[in-house]
């Protein structure tokens, strides 16, 4: 299948008062049509970031790419100016964030909002953009939508927010769909609602999901690949089986092993122990190191490059070099290999400490 | 909504029949006499007057009758001025003070809004600096200070504005700069801030992934969100004004309110101070209950929710 | 990949040194260094605090930097211009001693003898003159009466002149300054301490108690202040107690309703629940939690309430209701300053500076203290 998004070498930085923040460290991933690539990793890790610079919408100052390219159906658009990039969002890539209780404008009928990228790149006379307008609000599954669309956003609650946000990124069937975290403010069933429409929509209109979540049993049901981050980098990537069934990375095994599953205790459960590194100042070597206890020395010394495990699966980390002992992944872990089958909804431990 | 504005008129109703009370018992306190000015006349006219005032009644008596007079608008007689009554005084000044007011407060609003504006849009460049000083110069020093130096520089020294008295639109503009700099100042820091908090926020971000154009980014989804809350500082330019009133219509000699009401505090005519007080009480719970339901109708989230949080 | 430069010894698993996680975290500082230090960035916050400790020491000390006293009435001595050692020579800044004025006339000469007549002087020993210009038939010429010699006070220095009745500037507005920063420190203070107590019991014992506080609040505010200071001024005579407490009367609601939103908000946090299961007290809770964590705020609010009671004082001053001579305070001078602007602005110059830079620097101090102090600017 043809890549519609190559990421190469993606580096950000911003500038803040302590110092240039490395927020992306050499990210590199594509995106294939038709397909849903899932982004893990624990909060801080650079997913938001990665993702919010595809549509060029990191604030500047202070962030800034240094260096890396963004190629979308061959154009690279780290070099795109911000009108090309104006005709580009909201047409061919949308994004869907996190909190529907503030990203929709709250002085605004949420109608009008829908309405602005449909006459905007569509073309489309007010009338027209109006009828098409109640028709998203219906396929995102909102009722009475012909009289909705004059309310306001306080009017609707999270979940049906969530719809709205959903239609505006809809509305102009774009080519990438970028969804951070489009479920994490919702309750279980609504989160459940909101993938299933994302899924629905998905065959329909052939576009490609970027899906950003901290909820390994969402990434379960929805991904075709897996990209694991890290500190700014992206430690593991794979189609949903490498990553579910053979994980390489130490950090990965650490974030399945600290998913709950249907058949497992809670005793079971192993959180990655410490916490990230500060970005101000990188540590040398594998960032990870520290809280891995299956580090090496040389991850003390030098950074992991990426290794191949497959066509599809990649790995930064030293335990696949030729040298390096033989590990195998913790017992919790591989028990858990085994039972991913059967997972339903299931979250990680992280998402507790989110607020 | 309906049922906030009833709250919000009884709390006003109470504290206007509060502050009545307490100046009427305040007034009673006070020496002098409603008739001073009049000393020919003999004891009998006096006792005539004091039987047409009601001023021979019970204390209670008096009070309820003063509270009825109140609410038929009428706040007695003025000591000094020929037995004139307060409220015929005081409706001859209040356009010229309300002239000046308004005027100040539509200059100064503006001219802050722009100025909030641009530094926030340059936040952290020279015209940032340069406007955070204006705004906390403007807040700091006293109205007064200004007006003094205004009439000394503009007035004496170079002679191109009309030292006092009222009468033309030159006489205007010195009165109108000292009590315009209040709400430049304070329309100026607090659009700043809102607009920077806006431009930052979610929604703007979500606008953005729409593609939408730079101009329609600020104009339809950053100045609106921005501009809305700054109806709360009408609280405080209100207060402004009042206070303003007072000390620039005495320096450049306008004939308001404020200069009716300094020259009354000199000559202890006491009627005249109350009724200025109860017209200024009056005017500020009439403006923050105006504020608040202004902004009930120009923000959405209030408009239908009824009543702030 | 380049494997062959790779040490091979490198390839075994790490040791774990502890203090590797524990030094990427950030040292943790507590609240107040860690608003300390963000207060120190901040520029304006430390030329606040600059000036106002200057201006404290000047209060303190500045009324003895001479021998003049505060009332010494001299009237031969009245309406003298600042002179300052030192700066005899720089006559632009205006403290040279000298009174000046400038004239045109027909002729040089013409415009001479109208500033001997202007100073009443009849010769020209005690007159410098600098002529503007002198065209024919039109001549600008400033002339300069040096008042200290014409009076034989060639050895007298006031740095900030005398005022109509002879009284030594400088002395008075320092003075002045003292009053007044004593009447903002104590309405602030008073404030502060009604308005802890009463928003501090309205939250703390919530329901009934809660919603009759809050409805007397819901009253009092729509009392315009301007308002309550007249009325209590004009039955408390005016003095520095009377005008104090006319400043507190609502003064104190402010700082109530912060209190009672801080308290609320603290209340139901889990390190007050705990200490309460241990059995503290109430007092005890309010006391040694509830209190100092809304230092911050109480601290803050009550920068900004310092400035707006020397303003009101001043205010008062101003319309008549202030500090009655010989009493004084910067209102005061300011309002003496006002009746002789027009020919000696120099009477208001000087207390009208003092009084922009104490507010100036309260306010961008209590900016920056809010900003330093805000924890949701905390990382
Ligand atoms: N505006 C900014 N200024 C400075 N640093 C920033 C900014 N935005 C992001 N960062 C930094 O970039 C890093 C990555 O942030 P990002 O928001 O991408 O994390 P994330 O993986 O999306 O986390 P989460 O799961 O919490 O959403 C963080 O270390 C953060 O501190
Ligand atoms: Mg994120």
């Given at each position: 299948m043809e890549n519609i998004l190559e990421v190469k070498d993606l580096n950000i930085s911003f500038d803040t008062y302590g110092g240039e923040v490395k927020a992306i460290r050499g990210v590199s991933f594509d995106l294939k049509k038709g397909e849903t690539l899932a982004i893990v990793g624990e909060s801080g890790s650079g997913k938001s970031v990665t993702t919010r610079a595809i549509a060029r919408l990191i604030p500047s100052p202070p962030g800034r790419i240094t260096s890396g390219e963004i190629l979308f159906e061959g154009k690279d658009l780290v070099k795109a100016s911000e009108k090309q990039m104006q005709n580009i969002r909201g047409k061919d890539i949308s994004t869907i964030f996190q909190d529907p209780m503030t990203s929709l404008n709250p002085t605004m009928k949420i109608g009008n909002q829908i309405m602005e990228g449909?006459?905007?790149?569509?073309?489309?006379?007010r009338g027209q953009a109006k009828k098409r307008t109640v028709e998203l609000l219906e396929l995102v599954g909102l009722p009475n939508a012909s009289e909705r669309v004059d309310q306001y956003p306080?009017?609707?609650?999270g979940g049906q927010r969530q719809r709205v946000v959903v239609a505006i990124a809809l509305a102009c069937n774009p080519k990438i769909l970028i969804a951070d975290e489009p479920t994490t403010a919702l309750d279980v069933t609504i989160q459940a609602q909101i993938l299933e429409l994302m899924k629905d929509i998905q065959k329909k209109t052939d576009s490609s999901i970027i899906f950003i979540t901290h909820d390994l049993g969402v990434v379960a049901n929805v991904a075709d690949r897996v990209a694991v981050m890290y500190a700014g980098k992206i430690v593991e990537i794979g189609t949903v089986d490498d990553i579910f069934y053979n994980p390489k990375h130490p950090y990965t095994w650490g974030l399945?092993?600290?998913?709950?599953?249907l058949d497992s205790n809670e005793e079971e459960l192993v959180a990655i122990p410490g916490s990230p590194p500060d970005m101000l100042?990188?540590?040398?070597?594998?960032?990870?190191?520290?809280?891995?206890?299956?580090?090496?020395?040389?991850?003390?010394?030098?950074?992991?490059?990426?290794?191949k495990v497959s066509e599809t699966h990649y790995a930064a980390t030293w335990l696949l070099h030729?040298?390096?002992?033989?590990?195998?992944p913790p017992e919790a872990v591989k028990k858990r290999m085994k039972g991913f089958a059967k997972t339903g909804t299931i979250r990680t431990s992280e998402e507790g400490e989110k607020s | 909504m309906a049922k906030y504005i009833f709250q919000r008129l009884v709390y006003m109703f109470i504290t206007l029949f509060i502050i009545a009370t307490a100046s009427f018992f305040l007034m009673k306190q006070l020496p002098g006499s409603p008739f001073k000015a009049e000393e020919k006349l003999s004891a009998a006219q006096l006792e005539i007057l004091y039987e047409k005032y009601n001023l021979n009644d019970p204390l209670p008596i008096q009070y309820l009758n003063y509270l009825g007079n109140l609410f038929q608008g009428d706040l007695g007689v003025s000591f000094q001025m020929n037995n004139q009554p307060v409220t015929e005084i005081l409706m001859s000044r209040i356009p010229v003070s309300a002239h000046l007011g308004i005027q100040a407060m539509i200059i100064g609003t503006i001219i802050g809004m722009l100025l909030g504006v641009v530094a926030a849009l340059y936040s952290n460049s020279v015209i940032d600096y340069a406007s955070n000083i204006i705004s906390v110069i403007g807040i700091s020093i006293p109205s007064f200070i200004f007006a003094g130096l205004l009439q000394y520089y503009l007035g004496v020294e170079l002679g191109i504005l009309p030292v006092a008295f009222w009468g033309s639109f030159a006489h205007t503009i010195m009165p109108t700069i000292a009590l315009a700099i209040f709400p430049l100042a304070?329309?100026?820091?607090?659009?700043?801030?809102?607009?920077?908090?806006?431009?930052?926020?979610d929604y703007i971000v979500t606008a953005r992934a729409k593609g939408v154009s730079n101009a329609t980014l600020m104009f339809k989804h950053g100045l609106r969100n921005a501009l809305i809350p700054l109806v709360t500082v009408m609280g405080p330019m209100a207060v402004s004004l009042m206070t303003g009133t007072l000390v620039i219509e005495q320096i450049f000699a306008v004939p308001g309110i404020g200069e009716q009401f300094v020259t009354s505090i000199m000559t202890d005519d006491f009627p005249i101070i109350m009724g200025t007080t109860l017209f200024f009480a009056f005017f500020f719970i009439l403006i923050i209950l105006v504020i608040d339901i202004l902004y009930g109708i120009i923000d959405p989230r209030i408009r239908i929710a009824g009543g702030k949080d | 990949m380049a494997k062959d430069n790779l040490d091979r010894d490198l390839f075994v698993p790490a040791k774990q040194d502890d203090e590797g996680s524990e030094k990427i975290q950030r040292p943790s500082l507590s609240y107040w260094q860690d608003a300390w230090i963000r207060l120190r960035k901040n520029k304006g916050a430390i030329f606040g605090m600059i000036v106002l400790f200057i201006i404290f020491i000047m209060a303190i000390i500045g009324p003895f930097f001479n021998e003049k006293g505060i009332n010494d009435q001299d009237l031969g001595l009245s309406k003298l211009p600042p002179r300052v050692q030192g700066l005899e020579d720089v006559r632009w800044l205006g403290l040279d001693g000298t009174k000046s004025d400038t004239f045109e006339a027909s002729s040089v000469e013409a415009a001479k003898e109208r500033l001997r007549q202007r100073y009443t002087q009849r010769d020209d020993e005690f007159m410098t003159y600098d002529v503007k210009s002198d065209k024919d038939g039109s001549a600008e010429v400033t002339g300069y009466f040096h008042i200290y010699e014409a009076k034989g006070l060639q050895d007298q220095y006031y740095w900030f002149g005398t005022d109509t009745l002879g009284r030594d500037l400088f002395t008075r507005t320092w003075y002045g300054t003292r009053i007044s920063l004593y009447i903002a420190f104590l309405a602030a203070a008073i404030d502060m301490v009604i308005g802890v107590a009463y928003g501090g019991i309205s939250a703390y014992y919530g329901g009934r108690v809660d919603d009759v506080m809050q409805r007397i609040i819901e009253i009092l505010v729509g009392i315009p202040n301007l308002v309550v200071v007249i009325l209590m001024i004009m039955i408390l005579d005016p003095g520095i107690i009377s005008i104090t407490i006319a400043l507190t009367i609502t003064g104190w609601i402010g700082m109530a309703r912060i209190v009672r939103g801080q308290v609320l908000k603290l209340k139901n946090q889990e390190f007050v629940l705990a200490s309460r299961t241990l059995g503290s007290s109430n007092t005890r809770i309010l006391s040694k939690h509830l209190i100092p964590n809304t230092l911050g705020m109480i601290i803050v609010n009550t920068m900004f309430t310092i400035p707006s009671a020397i303003f009101f004082e001043a205010f008062l001053s101003f319309i008549g209701l202030g500090l009655q001579s010989p009493q004084a305070s910067l209102g005061t001078l300011i309002n003496d300053g006002f009746k002789a602007l027009q020919i000696n602005p120099y009477i208001m110059i000087f207390p009208a500076i003092v009084i922009s830079l104490i507010m100036i620097a309260f306010n961008i101090l209590a900016d920056g203290l809010r900003d330093a102090l805000d924890p949701k600017m905390r990382e």
């Open positions: 449909l006459i905007k790149h569509q073309k489309m006379p306080h009017q609707f609650s399945l092993g600290s998913m709950p599953t100042k990188p540590p040398k070597g594998d960032a990870f190191a520290p809280r891995n206890e299956y580090a090496l020395e040389i991850d003390k010394v030098q950074e992991p490059p990426m290794f030729e040298y390096a002992p033989d590990i195998e | 304070i329309s100026a820091r607090f659009v700043r801030t809102e607009l920077i908090e806006v431009l930052g926020s | -």
